[in-house]
Every structure is written in structure tokens, then in C-alpha cells.
């Protein structure tokens, strides 16, 4: 659960990102891939710190 949070959390950012850069529609695909990637990483790490403290 933590990962797709992360991962949608992550496209709207780099999206939101690129838009504010005034970003072409390519760079918005792109920021939006790059800042997904990175946030759903970010989550996996979350879930497994998580999972091998909790038990």
C-alpha cells in the first residue's frame, strides 16, 4: 500500500514539477516517470524497514 502511495504521490509531484517549469508534454512524461520511480523506491524501502521491525 505504501509503494502505490508512493508511486502515484510521485507522478503527481513530477508532473505538478514539470508544469510549474513550463514543461513541454514530453517533460512531463518524463518528470513523471523519474519522480514515480523514485518515490515507489522510496516506498519499497518504507514497507521492508516496516515489516522487519514490526515482527
Same mark, same amino acid.
Given at each position: 500500500? %505504501? #509503494? +502505490?502511495? $508512493?508511486? =502515484? +504521490? $510521485? %507522478?503527481? &509531484?513530477? @508532473? =505538478?514539477t514539470a508544469r510549474?517549469?513550463?514543461?513541454? $508534454?514530453?517533460? +512531463?512524461?518524463?518528470?513523471? *516517470? #523519474?519522480?514515480? %520511480? *523514485?518515490?515507489? &523506491? &522510496?516506498? &519499497? @524501502? *518504507?514497507?521492508?524497514? %516496516?515489516?522487519r521491525l514490526s $515482527?
Amino acid at each position: 500500500m %505504501i #509503494v +502505490l502511495f $508512493g508511486a =502515484l +504521490l $510521485g %507522478i503527481t &509531484l513530477g @508532473v =505538478l514539477t514539470a508544469r510549474r517549469r513550463k514543461g513541454t $508534454g514530453a517533460d +512531463l512524461i518524463h518528470y513523471g *516517470a #523519474v519522480y514515480g %520511480i *523514485a518515490f515507489t &523506491l &522510496l516506498g &519499497l @524501502v *518504507a514497507t521492508l524497514a %516496516i515489516d522487519r521491525l514490526s $515482527g
